[in-house]
Nanobody, 127 residues
Framework: QVQLVESGGGLVQAGDSLRLSCAAS????????MSWFRQAPGKEREFVAA????????SYGDSVKGRFTISRDNAKNTMYLQMNSLKPEDTAVYYC????????????????????WGQGTSVTVSS
């Protein structure tokens, strides 16, 4: 079992930056592909960014490309999401997810691909 805990959310103004963290426990995440999803009120959960367990392969949702950067530190069992140039439409609860994979390069982008989820951290961007 892998437990995931997100942190770093908060209330910011448009144009500001935030860094979210996802701390894993229970297992080392070095063999797990991981990702960030978000869910705004009244909307479906949306893919934000994903990273392979090596960290060498990443994928981003169209709405965050060029503004968000996903990274991980397997030695610290932690994944990050650096969010720059935040917009009001980035307001959502952000969730991290993990799934064990066999390939060092696997990147997963669908919610149904993931086995483990955190409880979420709220990000609110005011205009």
């Amino acid at each position: 079992q892998v437990q995931l805990v997100e942190s770093g959310g908060g209330l910011v103004q448009a144009g500001d930056s935030l860094r979210l963290s996802c701390a894993a426990s229970g297992r080392t995440i070095s063999n797990y592909a991981m990702s960030w999803f978000r869910q705004a009120p009244g909307k479906e959960r949306e893919f934000v960014a994903a990273i392979s367990w090596s960290g060498g392969d990443t994928s981003y949702g169209d709405s965050v490309k060029g503004r968000f950067t996903i990274s991980r530190d397997n030695a610290k069992n932690t994944m990050y999401l650096q969010m720059n140039s935040l917009k009001p439409e980035d307001t959502a609860v952000y969730y991290c997810a993990a799934v064990r994979t066999l390939s060092v390069r696997t990147v997963m982008v669908r919610t149904q691909d993931y086995d483990y989820w955190g409880q979420g951290t709220s990000v609110t961007v005011s205009s």
